[in-house]
Every structure is written in C-alpha cells, then in structure tokens.
C-alpha cells in the first residue's frame, strides 16, 4: 500500500468518526467535532502534498539559470526600441494637453522676423548674440528656442480670447544652437515651450503652473524657486528651479528654464491689446529631464545613432 | 564678471544678522546667475607677511640663502630666532618685507587644480622652509618677474597677507549674460546698489555719482576741440587734458592690484590701474591718449578729435599691435580726421601713452552699443571695457567718473571737454498700485512698492492712484510699467508671490495632428514592429548627400556651421540613417531596423505664406533585408493605420527624388493617388558609397499626407458558426506572369463564391532562374456563413477556381 493509499484509508476511517457525534451527549459534541475537523483538514493537506510529489516524481528538473533547453534553439524576442527624447517628449506633451493646453509643433526652419522681431528683440541688441543662433544663405533660420513659434501661437489662438477664454499652448520641438557639442550641450537639442494669454494671468499663476507640471512629471510634491534672468521678450522675466524630486536623490535643485510675463510688445505684435489681456511664457529643455531621468552624464549619446545606447532604454 | 562681496558690503550697510551664504542665495535669486562662489580665505591660509633678515648668495647658483623673521607664526621652525628659507627671485635682499607661504600650505594660484603644497625640503643641500611668493604664485598676477614686496608701513612680521589685504573675501563669478541689460550693474556700486535693494535698505550713493554734474575748471588757455559727427554713434564725449603727475613706481605690492587681481585683472601702471579700477567701481570704460602724440598725429595748429564712422578699407594700428582693417560700422576716435583709437574698444599704437609720455588726454565717454558689437565681432576683441560698452553705458555718467579720476590722480585738468548731443529728458513711468499687484499675483501696499523703488534710486510721487516714477539716469533698460513691474517683483522677491492656478474650461484641448501621427507610428513601428527609433542631426555633410546620390544644391545651406559635416539641412532622412547604419555594423549588430521621424526641407519645396521655407515631416525605414521584408512592414504599418496603400514600380520622376534605390527593385507609395514616398533596395553604388555590402533597404515616406488621409476604421467581419475548411493551392504559371496577377483572379474568384475565406501566400517555387514556368503556393481557409460544406460542395469550389484561374494560364498542380 502506497502512502496516498494509506492517508485515503485513514480518511475513510475518520469518515465513519462522524457517526459517533451523535451519540454523545449534546454538550461534548462540539469540540468532539472541532477536533475531528482539524484533523480530516490536516490528513487532506497530507494528501494533497503526497499527490502533488507523486506527479512531478517522473518530470525532469530543468537549469531556470539557462537562457534555453539543451539542444534547442534560443527563444527569439523581436522587439524594437522607442528613442527615450522622443517617449519624454510624448510624456510631457501629454501632461501639458491633460493641464489645459493646446499642442502645436516647433518649426525646423524659420526666420529672423520669428525668431527675433516678433520677440520683441531690438535691432542688432546684444540679446540676439546669447542664442547663437544658425542662418542659412537665405537668412533662414533653424530656431534656437521654441519661443519661435509664440507668434504664431498667439495669433492662431487668438479667437480664444475673443470667445471669453484664454490661450494655452505648449510647443514642443527641435532647436539648434552655434556651439560645439560636450557633454552637456548639444548643438542640435529639444525644448518645450509653454504660452497661456488670459485676462487675468499673472506671475503667480505661472509658478503654479510650472510647479504643477513637474509635480505632475515626477509625481509628487515639489517646491519651485526663481532667480533673475533676461529675455526681451518677457517681462518681468526669472530662470526657474524645482527641488530635486526624491526619484533623483532629492536634496538641492535643478535649473529647469527659463519664464516670465509675455512682453506687451510681443502681445501688440500679435494683435493682442496688452491693457486687456496678460500673458506668461516659459521653455525648458527635454534632453535635461531625460538625462536626468535616466542618470546619463552625455548629452551627445541621444543623438548618436547607437543601437547600444537605445537597447538599454 | 567677478564681484568681491567685501567690495559690496563696504558701500552698503549690510544687516550684521544676515550670514554670507543667505546673501549669496538672495543675490542669487533677485539679481544674477551666480555660475560660482569662490572663497578666498582658504587659499590664504598659511601665508604670512615675513621680513628678510639676511640674503646670501648660495655660490654658483642664482640663488639666495635668507633668514626671515615671520613673527609668532610657527615657531617650530624658528632657530637662532630665524626661519631659513631658499630663494631664486633677484629682487630678495636683507631689510624687505616679503611674503612668505610656510610648509603645509597651499601655494594660492594652484588652490583647486593642481593644489601645490608646500614642505620642508632641501635644495642644494640647503634646507627650505616653505617659499618666499611672488604676486603669480600669490594669484595676483599672470607673469613671474619677482617675489612680492610689502610696504612696511601696512604691516609687521608675522600677520597673516589676508588680514592686510581683505583677501577674507567671497568671489561671486556671475553670469553676465543674465545682466545684459543691465550696464549699471558692470559697475561694483551699481552691483551694490542693487544688493541694497534686495535687502531693502537704502542705499547711499558714494561720492563719485552724488554730483553727476561735476563743474571742472581747466586751469589753462589750452586749446582742444572735439566733435561729434553723428550723435547715435556718441551721445557723450568728455575728456580731460593734464599734465602726468611725476609718480615714483610702487615697488610694493598694493591694495589696488589686489582689488583688479579679486576682478580677474592685474597691475599695469598708476594710470591705467585708476582708469581700471574706476570702470569696475562705475561700470563707465576710461581711455588715456598721449597728448603730444595726438596733436602731431593730427599735423594741425589746433587739436581737434573728431568721432566718426570707418570709412571703408581704413586701417589703424592698435595698442596690441595689430593692424586692422576697418568696416564701415566701427567708430573711430581721429585727430583730425587721423584715426586714434577704435572706439570703445582700443586705443591706437599712434598714441599710446608710454614713458616719454608728459601730458595726457583721458576720455571718458559712451557709445553706440549696436555699432560697438558689430566691432566686438569683427575684431575679435573682448575686453572688460568693450564688455561694458556693449551694455549701454550710460551717457548721464561720464563726467562724473571723470572727476573721479582727475581728484584720484590729484591734477589740475589744463582743458576740460563736455560734449554732450545726446542728452535726454528726464524718464518719468507712471503705473498704479493695481497694475503691478495685477500682474505678478500679488497684494503689496503702495507704501512697499515706494520704498523698494526709492532704495535703489527711483524717485516715487504718489498722486491719488498713480505711482509717478522718475527713473534714475543709471537704469537705460526702463521705459514701460512691466519693467517697473519686474523691479517691484524681483527685489521683493518673486519667491515671496503666493502660487495659484489658472482656471480653463471644459472645452478640451487640441494635439498638433503630425505629433499625434507620430507617437501613433512610433508605438506600430518599435512596438510591433520591432524597429529602433534614431533621431539624428538635421544638419548634414554634402558628402553625404552626395553619397546618397543626392544633390546638395537644393538643400538649405547653413553659412555659419560648426563644420562641414553639419553644412547642409537635409532634404531626406534615409543618408542618415544609412550613415548609422554601418557604424552600428561596427558594433557587431545585426538584422536591425532603424526608423527615424523628423522635418525636412528643400528650396523646391518653395516657401509658405509667412515666407518661411516649406516643412515636411518624414519617416524613413532602413532594413537589412531585401525589398520584400521592408515591402511586409510598410503594408503592415498602414495595415496598422488603416490608411489604404498602393504601390507601383518605381517612376522615372519617383526614382530621381530617390536616387539610391535600385530603380529594378523598388516601388513608389501612394495615397488617394498621390505618391507619398518610395522604398525598395539600395543601388548597389550607393550601397557602395555608404561601405554596405550587404543587402540593405531603405524607405523614405512625407507623413503630413497621411494627417487628412481617410481611415478606414470599420471592420467586415466574417466570422462563420459553421467549420472552416483548410486547403493548401499550388498554382502552375508562367514564369514571366506577376504574382499579383494570380493572386487578384485568385481573390475574384474566391468573392463570387458566397463563402467566407481568408487567403495567404506560401511560397513561390521555380526549378531553375531559366524556366519556364513557377509554382504558387496559397494556403486557403473558407467555410459557409449558413452550414457544414460538405465534400461535393468543396469540390466544386475547388473546381471553379481552376476554372477561373485558367483565364490567367494558372493550372491548379
């Protein structure tokens, strides 16, 4: 007789036990029939556990540490790879769209007017040498910032207004700086650029809304801080910096862009009459959150073309 | 720009509680990007004032045995009552006040590189306790000449050099590109000032800019006429003509070379140090002429400078003796009409002031910054006065800072110049309390806003609502109520705004439809696809334009590029790719599939309303395979899509936009008839080009037709209760008949039958490349929507296809 046999017959046995509750008297037959419980629980563990080895007594083990079966081939996963600049992008995009803010594209090419004139940046200011910028023999451009596209954001939202709403858009695009590539600057990078117009936006709303992106992004909460900084085309104008969010070590903080109130002369320009409406502005990179994100100490490996790099994202 | 934080704190009253570092992140926050704070103190440690006791000359060398005395500083190596100490500088000798740097220090110009210490050591056969510093070793000078003598009369034996010299100081490097308009602040007091109003105390002006209007009396009949020809090229021009005070060189070292020296600059002469040090206390650049040279440069009776534009292919020898060639947006300082000077920028070689040099005519005036970076670029100068000039010095304060320097160097001006065609009225901005609380969020009385203005010079009247600001002459970049507005929000602090949201409707939000495209086709393309997404430079070589058969003319040309490599914006994707291609062969991977997405452009694609040039979005797909694997991904990528594809052989026009297809092994893509791109094989030449030899693919595809392309979202479906029945057909055709043919008759005959059927290719088998016919293999899958086929019912089908297919020459085999 086999052990399961054996554990069946003393189940069969414990069986008949039932029949004896009754006869005692009626206040013993509880714990008489607690205690023949437990055990027919215990004996049907017992069973299942020697059935259970009986089963896998004639199945080969196999090595889990081998990448396949001996003489067999190597399973084969085709799987592909999305660029990590591009899945941020997309991330970012989506929580500007989920915030309230419409999504149009940067341009590649443009020109001074864009770039420059509709920015509020004088004639032959200083301010034009900080973005080093490219030209073409046209006198095209290929934008340094995403701010290149506010002008044609705020007149192709500008029925907003007019309809008692406000302008929200948030720009994403590829930008291009004259300076040679190191670790941390790339002539070819990505940025985002954000712009709301209402009749009441004001710098506080700004701040609230650039914390409430990257509470968003790196979900939890963070602090946010400023310190001054210069462009023509916003005034008043601040560099922003978040606190390190815990996924990054925490501690310190992180220059993330640069913001500010959208210039009148850039509203005028657009026809938007800055005694009724205000508006804010901010851009800050996508390269610098994925490097970050992802602990790389080198700008240029996202553009390298290298399959090595892209397989450990 | 460097600023010494001792050098600020001595123009203001800085509240004692406030520690070092809270200033630093408040100067940080409301004023300029600090890139970094240096502390000096730690560099100094260890360095002592010592006095040479005795000096001799270790025989047959060039250097010198001394004794020194360097007070209560370590005792340990004091014996006889003397520390020995080896020296090589010429200039050391019994009786001088030097300094001394002890072992276990640092020698201060290699804190934080190489951090060279100090020890005990011998040298030839002579023990040396640490070294007797020059000003280079001290970091207060880039040349070594000698060791550094201290004047006795500022210090004794055995004081630390950084007690002497305030060298217990912070070193804020700042960005200057974050105060680019902001001239005022390239002045050490115009800094402070600003200091003083982020800590919201008052600040007082030093005497230099109290009396902006300085009256200087020339004490003499001397001639001197200036002219300015165009007032936008100089709104002011003061200067001064004095007879150079008799000055005995300083042979010590002095607190003025260490103030330039804490500013990154160093001691040249009194003059120019005063001229120095005066432009980094005002911000305002000062330049001295050699009087008598200017007179005889000019070859006229009566002196005459004369400011006026280059004209062209004028030349003029500088200072540093380089000669330039003018353009035409340089302003030149002339005697005469006999250039001098290049304005704002350098002094000319004809008029330098030297040792020969008796008399002098100091300039202090400003110019057209626009003209002055035009200079900047064109020349190739970057100096601290140039720097400064190209802020917008302001015109209100030459005269004042000439003043300065003519009671500094304590002469009599024999002539005195002020011509001033430039002068503005007063700037008076008027805003209300409302205004500014509107727009930074916030709720600050007008009593704060007055008083935060007035601290750094803005003079505030209060009528009724209105804030009437009459804006100090210093701060060029104010002319709106947003700038008063930032002013109010950055000196009290735009950390200090309480955060809010702005309220949207309901109304939902749009997504640009080529970005929604895209993220659509890269979840097909790496997630199902199996393909890795590059991005690469939009910016390419010719050569490799050229190597993909491309024609570089047609491309946008970047006249400014970084190299040659980055010359050209493409006008395809796909030579990128291949470029990646072979470097990821390197790395030893193979069977990958590479796609990128990104805009591109050519001159034939004309411009767009605004005139800017025509963008188009591409996608291009390089595959290690041949036509037919990269033919599967693109069908089933629209498959994906659900946008209705079509392809035919490559066209003579298609085959010229795609040149390095093979045109024998490709086919071109359309959509709603339009073609949208092309993909097939590379030539072998070009495959060649790119060092592929290997079978490669490549496809090029403009996405922006696909965003109005329709979709077909419906699906027919077939879905039978009843069972299927499975039949693999081998079809005998003629060798020269396109597969396409059998399979649409197959398909024909297939939908007249009132079945449900799905029909797969298998294989396509021909004994030998020259016979004459091919077999085509189908799998065939169909059943009825209304009951069991049974065996006569399926011959019949089978029947009626062989039927069919006879029109084609197909035999069922």
Redesign the interface.
Known sequence: MSDIEKLRAELKALGAEYAKIKTLPPEDRGKFGRELNAKKQQLLSRIAHAEAEAESANVAPIDISAPCAINSPLPRLLHGTKHPLMVELDHVVAIYSDMGFDVMESCQLDDEFHMFDSLNFPQAHPARDGYDTFRTTENFIPPAHTSTMQHRALKKYQHKLTSGGQIAVGIPGRVFRNEDADATHEHTFYQCEGVLVSEDANMGQLFGVLKRFFELYYGQKLNIKTQPGYFPFTEPSAEFLIEKPASLGGKGWLEMGGCGMIHPNVLKMAGIDPQQYHGFAWGGGIDRLAMLKYGLSDVRYFESGKLDFLEEF | MRISLNTIKQYLNIPENIPDQDLIDLI??????IEEVIDLAPRYEGVYVAKVISAELIPDTHLHLCQIDAGAARPDLVKDGKIQVVCGAPNVHAGMLAVWIMPGAIVPATYGNENFKLGVRKLRGFESNGMLAGADELGFDTEHKSIAEIDPALAEPGELLSEIFGLDDIILDVEN??????PDCFGLIGFAREVAGILGVPFTEPTVFQNLSPKLHASSELQLEVEIQDTDLCPRYNCAVFDLPKNTPNKYLTAEAIFLAKAGMRAIDPIVDLTNILMLETGQPLHAFDYDKLVAVGRADRPKIIIRAAEPGETLQLLDGKTIECITDDILITSNNVPVALAGAMGGKNTEVDLSTKRIILESATFS??RL??TQMAHGIFSEAITRF??GQPAAMTLAVLAAALHELRVDPLAVIDNYPGKSPANVVRITTLSIN?????DYPTSTISQTLENVGFQVKVQDDELRITVPVWRTDIH?P??I??EV??LLG??N??????V??F?G????P??SL??QL?NI???R???????????VSRRLLEKAGLDPVDC???????SPE?EC?RSQIAP??L??TR??LK?G?RD???YEM??V?QKSYGLTD????T?QTHLAIITLADFYHLKAAVLALFAQLKIKLEYTALSAEAAKQYPYLEPKRSAELQVNGRRIGAFGELRHSIATNFKLDLMVSACEISLDPLIDAPRQLSVDLHLSRFPSVERDLTLKVSADIAFGRVDQALEESLSRQGIYYTLSPLSIYQASPTADTKNLSFHLRFSRPDKTLDSTEISAIIDTIAKDLAAVGATIV
Request: aromatic share 8%.
């Open positions: 940080g926050s409301r004023l300029v990007e590109k974050s105060l680019t308009h902001r910054l626009y970076r035009k190209t802020k509107t727009l930074l969020g916030t709106l947003e700038d507005i930032e929000g950055r735009y950390d705004i309480p955060l809010s949201l702005p949207h409707s109304s939000t749009e997504i640009d080529i970005f895209k993220s890269r393309l790496s997630d696809l199996a393909m890795h997404e590059l991005i690469t430079y939009s910016f946008y040309e970047i006249t400014n590029s970084i980055l914006f990128s790719l470029d990646k470097d990821n790395a991977h990958f599939t590479l990104n805009q452009s605004e005139g800017t040039p963008l």
